[in-house]
Nanobody, 121 residues
Framework: VQLQASGGGLVQAGGSLRLSCAASKRAIYGLGWFRQGPGKERTFVAAITWSGSDTDYADSVKGRFTISRDHAKNTVYLQMNSLKPEDTAIYYC?????????????????WGQGTQVTVSS
């Protein structure tokens, strides 16, 4: 299984970006987004169940980020609005086998390569 993350870039504070995570194979899985800033640990951002009926967000992004999925395209999206400089990080998507989701990185078994998001002040 391969996950291809894309959509990162440079944006001014207050701007928006949409990240995409395309999976190479169809399977039942939850998908999460994590991020890692310079010199920081990888932290949870958002996750969505296989059905799409349940989502979870880190407190720091609630109300600004929205996770969604398109089964027809085998792709999960992370819409990021009202971006702040502290959102600057490499964003990774990861797959968790099964129908559930988790905020813990170790519960995800496949990871994408990451996409850089830089928010200027």
């Amino acid at each position: 299984v391969q996950l291809q993350a894309s959509g990162g870039g440079l944006v001014q504070a207050g701007g928006s970006l949409r990240l995409s995570c395309a999976a190479s194979k169809r399977a039942i899985y939850g998908l999460g987004w994590f991020r890692q800033g310079p010199g920081k640990e990888r932290t949870f951002v958002a996750a969505i169940t296989w059905s799409g009926s349940d989502t979870d967000y880190a407190d720091s992004v609630k109300g600004r980020f929205t996770i969604s999925r398109d089964h027809a395209k085998n792709t999960v999206y992370l819409q990021m609005n009202s971006l702040k400089p502290e959102d600057t990080a490499i964003y990774y998507c990861a797959r968790r086998s099964g129908v559930g989701i988790s905020t813990m990185p170790f519960e995800y078994d496949y990871w994408g390569q990451g996409t850089q998001v830089t928010v200027s002040s």
